[in-house]
T-cell receptor, first 115, second 113 residues
Framework: GAVVSQHPSRVICKSGTSVKIECRSLDFQATTMFWYRQFPKQSLMLMATSNEGSKATYEQGVEKDKFLINHASLTLSTLTVTSAHPEDSSFYIC???????????FGEGSRLTVL | AQTVTQSQPEMSVQEAETVTLSCTYDTSENNYYLFWYKQPPSRQMILVIRQEAYKQQNATENRFSVNFQKAAKSFSLKISDSQLGDTAMYFCAFMGYGNKLVFGAGTILRVKS
């Protein structure tokens, strides 16, 4: 199977600090990773598409300076929420593609709480 | 841009009975994939079933089957012999070029004993 792991699963931080969330493909090389945000009882909203070795592509309305995405290797993408504020509190989920069309693998998600 | 519509915010079904979740979508693409994902309280996204648009035959996966109507752009999920463990949020999703997933708003399914 294909396993995607996110870390941390839960994080609480103070307003104004930065938080990094990691997304790793454990047993395959991910050519593309995606980051989503999910509010309680709502759907997943795509934030950005991350390709290894190149700049992330952000969806309309997503602040690229607020949500920094780095895809440094074929098995790791990171999302950094900079200068976090309470409104950034949410559930963040990543997914990864092996490159084959029509198949994505999801991480377990990371719950961010900003106090 | 693609859109996915799930018109049922919540559904309930008795254990062992059958329930159908609705999904419609809009796209100008001809080659695409459609999915149903389950998100239990753990919030882990679990793939339930996948349908390639070029295939006319409806996908089935044990108790789960779909009714794919390409011309009508409809993709409903039927769950047979519902089990308590089926209780979850269900998302219909569209994937076109670039492997980007577009999700519907979701349907909360409650299976009652």
């Amino acid at each position: 199977g294909a396993v995607v792991s996110q870390h941390p699963s839960r994080v609480i931080c103070k307003s104004g600090t930065s938080v990094k969330i990691e997304c790793r493909s454990l047993d395959f090389q991910a050519t593309t990773m995606f980051w989503y945000r999910q509010f309680p009882k709502q759907s997943l909203m795509l934030m950005a598409t991350s390709n290894e070795g190149s700049k992330a592509t952000y969806e309309q309305g997503v602040e690229k300076d607020k949500f920094l995405i780095n895809h440094a290797s074929l098995t790791l993408s990171t999302l950094t929420v900079t200068s976090a504020h309470p409104e950034d509190s949410s559930f963040y989920i990543c997914s990864a593609s092996k490159g084959e069309t029509g198949e994505l693998f999801f991480g377990e998600g990371s719950r961010l709480t900003v106090l | 841009a693609q859109t996915v519509t799930q018109s049922q915010p919540e559904m309930s079904v008795q254990e062992a009975e059958t329930v159908t979740l609705s999904c419609t979508y809009d796209t100008s693409e001809n080659n695409y994939y459609l999915f149903w994902y389950k998100q239990p309280p753990s919030r882990q996204m679990i793939l339930v079933i996948r349908q390639e648009a070029y295939k006319q035959q409806n996908a089935t996966e044990n108790r789960f089957s779909v009714n794919f109507q390409k011309a009508a752009k409809s993709f409903s999920l039927k769950i047979s012999d519902s089990q308590l463990g089926d209780t979850a949020m269900y998302f219909c999703a569209f994937m076109g070029y670039g492997n980007k997933l577009v999700f519907g708003a979701g349907t909360i399914l409650r299976v009652k004993s």
